[in-house]
């Protein structure tokens, strides 16, 4: 199985911040990458696929980028709405997997 | 607006099936350009892959579950269903169905809110 590593495993930051979320896969999975946001309680919403497209209805300030096998989330300035957990997910090769998330919280 | 709806018991007992449904809203389940998917979340853990089904002929599973785990398809009713065998208290979790769309590389673009489905005596 192809292994996605995600870190950090938590981060505390702030309203208004930077944040980036890094994946990494354990062998290439070209771009096919997505990324979710969980809430508690909630199904996982997709942000981000094709490693960088935002899907329709995400606000701009998230967005994904792609360097060899190593995949980065970054939200420009983050919002109080943004404090939830992300996951990356690889649509490669089966089966499919995800990373094992990283929650963000407010400092 | 395309919707997908879990349904199924909350409990089951080990060693049991568990069985589960999913109902697609407002699209076809026919429709050529995704496959159905169910994925599960044990309680503060992360998200498994349990499988996927494009029509009754043409599904795939995740390997740790794959001689336990079936899928199928009822495009009369435009429902998608899973059916685990021999359950164990690790097969505890929040079921969720949701759609993948080919036009988005694989992603899962449209999720249901989730079924609960506890394995215990």
């Known amino acids: 199985d192809i292994q996605m590593t995600q870190s950090p495993s938590s981060v505390s930051a702030s309203v208004g911040d930077r944040v980036t979320i890094t994946c990494r896969a354990s062998q290439g999975i070209s771009s096919w990458l997505a990324w979710y946001q969980q809430k508690p309680g909630k199904a996982p919403k997709l942000l981000i696929y094709a490693a960088s497209i935002l899907q329709s209805g995400v606000p701009s300030r998230f967005s994904g980028s792609r360097s060899g096998t190593d995949f980065t989330l970054t939200i420009s300035s983050l919002q109080p709405e943004d404090f939830a957990t992300y996951y990356c997910q690889q649509a490669h090769t089966f089966p499919i997997t995800f990373g094992q998330g990283t929650r963000l919280e407010i400092k | 607006q395309v919707q997908l709806q879990e349904s199924g018991p909350g409990l089951v007992k080990p060693s049991q099936t568990l069985s589960l449904t999913c109902t697609v809203s407002g699209g076809s389940i026919s429709s050529g350009s995704y496959f159905w998917s169910w994925i599960r979340q044990p309680a503060g853990k992360g998200l498994e892959w349990v499988g996927r089904?494009?029509?009754?002929?043409?599904?795939n599973y995740n390997p740790s579950l794959k001689s336990r785990v079936s899928m199928s398809v009822d495009t009369s009713t435009n429902v998608f269903s899973l059916r685990l065998t021999s359950v164990t208290a690790a097969d505890t979790a929040v079921y969720f169905c949701a759609r993948e769309s080919v036009a988005r590389d694989g992603a899962l673009d449209i999720w249901g809110q989730g079924t609960m489905v506890s394995v215990s005596p």
């Open positions: 089904i494009f029509s009754s002929q043409n599904a």
